[in-house]
């Protein structure tokens, strides 16, 4: 069990550090361009984590879906 826990950890950690790249270069890259972009996980709940994670840094208040 203790081997699942670490495995786990690392994985949020993993999801936590690309979704925080992924905005930064979106906003400093991408953004001002003028262009959109998506994100493809590997899986749904790969999806719903980076979703998660990145919803704060790109997402203004205002327009985030219920």
């Known amino acids: 069990m203790k081997r699942l826990a ?3 950890q690392k ?3 993993r999801i936590e550090k690309v979704a925080e790249f ?3 270069h979106f906003k ?3 953004e001002p361009m003028g262009y959109k972009a998506f994100l493809a996980g590997v ?3 790969a999806c719903m ?3 998660g994670w ?3 840094y790109l997402i203004p208040i205002g327009e ?3």
Request: aromatic share 8%; net charge negative.
């Open 22 to 24: 992924v905005a930064r």
């Open 49 to 51: 984590l980076y979703e």
């Open 6 to 8: 670490k495995k786990g």
């Open 11 to 13: 994985f949020l950690s």
């Open 64 to 66: 985030r879906a219920e």
């Open 28 to 30: 400093e890259t991408v």
């Open 54 to 56: 990145n919803s704060p």
């Open 43 to 45: 899986d749904c709940e």
